[in-house]
């Protein structure tokens, strides 16, 4: 019997000890990231205050989503969080590009570009709300010197969400700089030696040449932005708080506040927030997982 | 920690002997989880616990101190799970979601039987559906905090009436300064004036009205009272960008005199002398009269609750017999303590212009009604939606109609 047991397990521990030593893993993930995910999908059909009894609603939560102005205003700055954001991929190559040279020093320029990456987010806003305010700031400082009208951008409905996008892509860029400098460093010499004698330069060089080798790069720059602008939560909460008047949430923030804040505590509400979030990030993780299992049947082939 | 309070602490355990009823010896574990987080009011708390274990032999108090921001949304997690005896809060509505969910310990036997003498004036705000559910420790006032060097200056005097007050206005501004300071980032600043302008304008009853969800926000009184204050608005009284601010942000206004005055409640005063005003420099008026109806005033009220899932529900009581009796009273909200209003009528007053001033404004002069403030009287879901409004109309005054419809909607939703 207990050779026989033996036996089984000798004969499958090929397929055992991976699974042995993923059971950890899978279990905190399940516990932390699967079942949550399911139990706010639950949540969001009912309306409780986190304390007393649930009731059930049905779909009312998203009823009330389709008519929730500040929810139609946090959605659009989403949208425009995803687009803006990306401007830290050519940003950062530009960079990378600018500082792909050997030239005295090279190392110090490249970790000074680098530096805004190393400090944490929530410094970052403090220093940008401080380069913003309106009367003692930099930016209008520099703009009265330039006989310009002096602007309050993070208390203009208007103009808030771009100063904290702005604010947001100055660690982005960085980013993205240092992943696409990796990159430039396997760049073959042979295929741009060839490119020259066949007559390309200049951007044609970059777009057919250069470009295409960056690929890897690239793409990790394109998810890390994305994600990095579906997480703005910290920027928002310390440069403005959600305001002026709650323009510049964005859908974390905004169930954050209906679900977790100081006046919140509608928990069906917040989850049915969530779950509209949860889609629009599986969209892109959908998006990222086909192109890389593709890239790595390619590579396979 | 505790040691170092218990020289003290024997004085008072003497003197608090008198007005204590004897009880029996309380033994075990006393656990506190308070708000206090700032310096000043930390110091007291864990003097308080100091004090309390002292007198119990037999009693161990704990004390945890959370920091008051994070507590608004841990309280729920520390209701729940391993509930502490003794909790911090804040009176009026803003217990309703506790009461509601049975997490709070009704009390209403202890005022009921008299173990509580002194706390008849402050029983209102500790009632729901006729029963109490905890004991007030400390209040403050709201009102004007003006500069009175500025004031001199100019010939003006404390305004009693809103012609005088914009009056005042008038000639504040032609001296190159601005009326009011405000930093309205955080809204709640902006619910301050809401309530004063609603209060003054159609009294305490409407505003408590407004508050319950019985009159509507898009009413003929409301726009009353968007329309007075819009006055203010037109004329430029408010600093300008202080939706950019934070209250503290808009305290250098005022002292670097380019605002004259803040709507504010009375621990800005402490903030104000460390920015170097003395005080002959800063002095206090009443919300002045605007319809002719009695004042209401808004003087927060900050609290001690029993949770219901406590361990030591006697050790608990004593607790906060102890808090609320007058001595110990007279002494936590005095200049070294809390610099506030005391709760019991057998306290005295510290000797400070503002409390002084305060506390007369409130016993003499609040014949309306006393409300909690905008957050927390207003349910908290109409508060910030409420507040967002408010903010929206004192930099875009002429969105008031949308506000409103929104608000209007919002209560609709809410008050169900």
Redesign the interface.
Known sequence: MSTAHQSWAKRNRMTLTPLLFLLPGILFFAAYVIIPIFQSFNISLYEWDGLGEATYVGTRNYEELLTDRNFEISLWNNVKWLVLYLLAIPAGLFIALFLNQTVFGIRLYKSLFFFPFVISQVVVGLVFSWFYLPREGLLNAVLTTLGMDTINVLGDPTLATYGIIAAGLWPQTAYCMILYLTGLNAVDPEQVEAGRLDGAKGLKMLWYVILPQLRPATFIAFVVTIIGALRSFDLISIMTNGGPFGSTRVLSFYMFEKALSEYGFRMGYGSAIAVVLFFIMLFFIAYFLWSMYREERQSRH | MLKKFASVAGALALSTALVTPAMAELSGKLRIISDMSNPAPRAIMEGLAADFDAMHPGLEVEVEIVDR?AW??QI?NAL?ANSPDVINWYAANRMG??V??G?FEDISDMYANGDLPGLDSVKGAMTLDGKQYGVPYTYYQWGIYYREDIFKELGLSEPATFDEEMANCAKILESGRKCYTIGS???WTAGGWFDYMNMRTNGFDFHMKLATGEASWTSDEVRETFANWRKLIDMGAFI??H??YSWQEALPFMVKGEAAAYLMGNFVVPHLREGGMTDDQIDFYQFPKIADVPMGEDAPTDTFHIASGAQNKEAARAFLQYVTSPDVQTKINGPEGLGQLPVNAGSSVADDEFITQGFDMLSNNATGGIAQFF?RDFP??M??IGM??L??FM?FPDNLDDILN?LESARE?IYK
Request: glycine share 4%.
């Open positions: 921001e608004k949304s729920r729940t979601p506790y509601n969910a997490l980032k955080f809204l300008d960008d939706q950019t957050d908290a879901e508060a910030s967002e409004g903010q929206e930099v929104r939703r």
